[in-house]
Nanobody, 117 residues
Framework: QVQLIESGGGLVQAGDSLRLSCAAP????????MAWFRQAPGKEREFVAA????????PYADSVKGRFTISRHNAKNTVYLQMNSLKPEDTAVYYC??????????WGQGTQVTVSS
């Protein structure tokens, strides 16, 4: 079992930046690919970005390419999502996930990001 703890969400204005963090206590963090998903009110959960265990592969959703950057620090058991040039349509609950690229087994509880216009 992998516990995932997200933090860093909040209320910002359009154009601002936020950095989300996801901590995964334990010694297995570096074994997993990590990802961020988000779910807006009334919508299905959607993929945002992922990163392979060694950081070599970082796929992104088209809607965030060029604005969001995913990174990881295996020694700190943490994955990050740097979000720049935020838009109101980025408003959602953001979830951290662990597993393999394209298939994730463990999920965090989510952190709310609200972008006002």
């Amino acid at each position: 079992q992998v516990q995932l703890i997200e933090s860093g969400g909040g209320l910002v204005q359009a154009g601002d930046s936020l950095r989300l963090s996801c901590a995964a206590p334990g010694r297995t963090f570096s074994m997993y690919a990590m990802a961020w998903f988000r779910q807006a009110p009334g919508k299905e959960r959607e993929f945002v970005a992922a990163i392979s265990w060694n950081g070599d592969s970082t796929p992104y959703a088209d809607s965030v390419k060029g604005r969001f950057t995913i990174s990881r620090h295996n020694a700190k058991n943490t994955v990050y999502l740097q979000m720049n040039s935020l838009k109101p349509e980025d408003t959602a609950v953001y979830y951290c996930a662990a597993g393999n690229i394209g298939k994730y087994y463990y999920w965090g509880q989510g952190t709310q990001v609200t972008v006002s216009s």
